[in-house]
């Protein structure tokens, strides 16, 4: 264990570092036949529920070169104009919406940086500002539904997706609004955007009418999923063929965008799944090492208090979230600390929402900070600059996130 942290410090990559890690697991233990990894390592990503992945991410692609969320963006905009950081909020909104039909964080950091950071910048926000702004905003990416992170630890855990979506909703807008008032709150006191226009029911009207099409992705898969009618799944399926049909008729999408298009989404797809095909036999190994039950015995034996174990799981969420990214964590971490959480009472679904909630967090914190490295590339802006404009995005992240551990009918109420 200590050799895979060294390897991820010399910035080996996470799927390699992983692989390795559970090759010397076994090779030491013996635990488990080591003629038994490569169908470990098929049998994990060999699942109906990770068909969604590459589905969901897309359908995020086709959005963005058909132009329809460019009309998102406008939509958000005439909603939140009023406001004196109106362009700020309608960015934060708008990954909110994108969130709605991607999935994926990064995708969302990607899409919506190309769209909005030079726009902030001549608002009047520094461009450090914006792109944590960004950063912070596309963080809704897997915590509002359809999340891929909501997906792995269902599979993990054996819980369905579609209930986990719907316990997420409340939490994953909860995230977005305390983003959005954090940006009011900066704005206001630094006085970044100080231009607002009077609100307009018929400009929102034509915002809408110009993005009908647009939301049409969003109603049908939420409205899929939420009624019943498809799993997660067969939703991302009639999404990428909606939003295909759609790009097609309006003349935005072509037939000659498909093969770059395609190679996009399996860039993305192909950091992911192998992350989780490596991840499930470390977390096999770590399994029948006892390594879950002997972690309960050590932590109870330091304290019974719900409440410090509460933050104890929280706190280490949030550090693993720091060096590693949300896929893999699930896959090793989940195992190892969901027992932990049934020892203090804790239901499975909160654990669920608790726990990619405090991973979101790490998205916008170094070293690993996904999300940072995103827009950095996107505007050469230097990651630890972006990353001290992030700090109180992630102080409110941090806040909601104990909010919804210590409140657990948040997350509950809509399934129950």
């Given at each position: 264990?200590?050799?895979?942290?060294?390897?991820?410090?010399?910035?080996?990559?996470?799927?390699?570092?992983?692989?390795?890690?559970?090759?010397?697991?076994?090779?030491?233990?013996?635990?488990?036949?080591?003629?038994?990894?490569?169908?470990?390592?098929?049998?994990?990503?060999?699942?109906?529920?990770?068909?969604?992945?590459?589905?969901?991410?897309?359908?995020?692609?086709?959005?963005?070169?058909?132009?329809?969320?460019?009309?998102?963006?406008?939509?958000?905009?005439?909603?939140?104009?009023?406001?004196?950081?109106?362009?700020?909020?309608?960015?934060?909104?708008?990954?909110?919406?994108?969130?709605?039909?991607?999935?994926?964080?990064?995708?969302?950091?990607?899409?919506?940086?190309?769209?909005?950071?030079?726009?902030?910048?001549?608002?009047?926000?520094?461009?450090?500002?914006?792109?944590?702004?960004?950063?912070?905003?596309?963080?809704?990416?897997?915590?509002?539904?359809?999340?891929?992170?909501?997906?792995?630890?269902?599979?993990?855990?054996?819980?369905?997706?579609?209930?986990?979506?719907?316990?997420?909703?409340?939490p994953g807008v909860m995230i977005m609004v305390s983003i959005m008032l954090t940006n009011v709150a900066i704005n206001r006191m630094r006085g970044y955007e100080n231009q607002a226009?009077?609100?307009?029911?018929?400009?929102?009207?034509?915002?809408?009418?110009?993005?009908?099409?647009?939301?049409?992705?969003?109603?049908?898969?939420?409205?899929?999923?939420?009624?019943?009618?498809?799993?997660?799944?067969?939703?991302?399926?009639?999404?990428?063929?909606?939003?295909?049909?759609?790009?097609?008729?309006?003349?935005?999408?072509?037939?000659?965008?498909?093969?770059?298009?395609?190679?996009?989404?399996?860039?993305?797809?192909?950091?992911?799944?192998?992350?989780?095909?490596?991840?499930?036999?470390?977390?096999?190994?770590?399994?029948?090492?006892?390594?879950?039950?002997?972690?309960?015995?050590?932590?109870?034996s330091l304290t019974d208090d719900p409440t410090l174990i509460t933050l104890m799981m929280i706190g280490i969420l949030i550090l693993a979230g720091c060096v590693m990214e949300a896929?893999?964590?699930?896959?090793?971490?989940?195992?190892?600390?969901?027992?932990?959480?049934?020892?203090?009472?804790?239901?499975?679904?909160?654990?669920?929402?608790?726990?990619?909630?405090?991973?979101?967090?790490?998205?916008?914190?170094?070293?690993?900070?996904?999300?940072?490295?995103?827009?950095?590339?996107?505007?050469?802006?230097?990651?630890?600059?972006?990353?001290?404009?992030?700090?109180?995005?992630?102080?409110?992240?941090?806040?909601?996130?104990?909010?919804?551990?210590?409140?657990?009918?948040?997350?509950?109420?809509?399934?129950?």
């Amino acid at each position: 264990m200590i050799g895979m942290v060294v390897l991820l410090v010399l910035g080996v990559r996470v799927w390699v570092v992983l692989g390795l890690g559970a090759l010397a697991l076994l090779l030491a233990t013996e635990v488990v036949p080591l003629s038994l990894l490569g169908e470990s390592l098929f049998d994990g990503i060999d699942s109906f529920a990770l068909i969604a992945v590459p589905l969901f991410v897309l359908t995020g692609d086709v959005l963005v070169r058909s132009g329809l969320s460019d009309k998102l963006l406008d939509i958000a905009d005439a909603l939140t104009g009023t406001l004196r950081s109106g362009f700020g909020t309608a960015t934060v909104l708008c990954c909110g919406f994108f969130s709605c039909i991607s999935g994926s964080d990064a995708a969302g950091a990607a899409a919506i940086g190309r769209m909005t950071i030079d726009r902030l910048v001549r608002q009047g926000y520094p461009r450090n500002y914006a792109c944590a702004l960004v950063a912070s905003g596309a963080c809704t990416g897997i915590l509002i539904p359809p999340s891929i992170a909501y997906i792995i630890i269902g599979l993990i855990l054996g819980i369905s997706s579609s209930t986990l979506f719907i316990a997420a909703a409340v939490p994953g807008v909860m995230i977005m609004v305390s983003i959005m008032l954090t940006n009011v709150a900066i704005n206001r006191m630094r006085g970044y955007e100080n231009q607002a226009a009077a609100f307009s029911f018929a400009r929102v009207a034509r915002a809408i009418w110009a993005g009908r099409y647009a939301l049409i992705v969003p109603v049908v898969i939420l409205g899929g999923i939420y009624t019943g009618i498809f799993t997660p799944t067969e939703a991302a399926a009639v999404a990428v063929v909606t939003t295909i049909l759609i790009g097609l008729a309006i003349g935005t999408l072509t037939v000659a965008d498909f093969p770059s298009m395609l190679e996009s989404s399996a860039k993305v797809v192909g950091m992911i799944l192998p992350i989780i095909a490596m991840s499930l036999p470390l977390a096999q190994t770590l399994a029948a090492l006892q390594v879950p039950q002997g972690f309960v015995v050590f932590v109870t034996s330091l304290t019974d208090d719900p409440t410090l174990i509460t933050l104890m799981m929280i706190g280490i969420l949030i550090l693993a979230g720091c060096v590693m990214e949300a896929a893999p964590n699930i896959v090793v971490l989940a195992p190892i600390l969901y027992p932990l959480s049934q020892e203090i009472g804790m239901d499975e679904i909160h654990f669920s929402i608790v726990m990619v909630t405090a991973l979101g967090v790490g998205f916008i914190t170094p070293p690993l900070g996904l999300n940072l490295f995103v827009v950095s590339s996107l505007t050469r802006a230097p990651v630890l600059s972006v990353a001290r404009q992030a700090v109180p995005y992630v102080l409110a992240m941090l806040a909601t996130t104990l909010i919804l551990a210590f409140l657990p009918n948040l997350s509950l109420w809509a399934v129950r």
